[in-house]
């Protein structure tokens, strides 16, 4: 079983940008899909972002022109560029694999 590491999460105001990153124990470029979703004080769980091994995407609505998802297959890691950041994306950041591996998370707060 994989093991996945978040990193570069933090305090940003509105408006910033917060690259974030997934260290993955394996080889990425076996995996079919890795994807990120994430958790905010008090709601469910939710998807932001996926990426096929074949580079297709899939955005949630409120990530679509503000949030990129891509993969570096050399290091094994797949980040996630956040860019306009508001209030409301203030969460836990989670990275997922397409056999259901979850990291820890890392914690993005956005001040308003």
């Known amino acids: 079983q994989v093991q996945l590491v978040e990193s570069g999460g933090g305090l940003v105001q509105a408006g910033g940008s917060l690259r974030l990153s997934c260290a993955v124990s394996?080889?990425?470029?076996?995996?079919?899909?890795m994807s990120w979703d994430r958790q905010a004080p008090g709601k469910q769980r939710e998807f932001v972002a996926a990426?096929?091994?074949?580079?297709?995407?899939n955005y949630a609505d409120f990530a679509k022109g503000r949030f990129t998802i891509t993969r570096d297959n050399a290091k094994n890691t797949v980040y996630l560029q956040m860019n306009s950041l508001k209030p409301e994306d203030t969460a836990v950041y989670y990275c997922?694999?397409?056999?259901?591996?979850w990291g820890q998370g890392t914690q993005v707060t956005v001040s308003s």
């Open positions: 997922k694999d397409s056999s259901g591996s």
């Open positions: 394996g080889s990425i470029s076996r995996i079919p899909v």
């Open positions: 990426l096929s091994i074949g580079g297709n995407t």
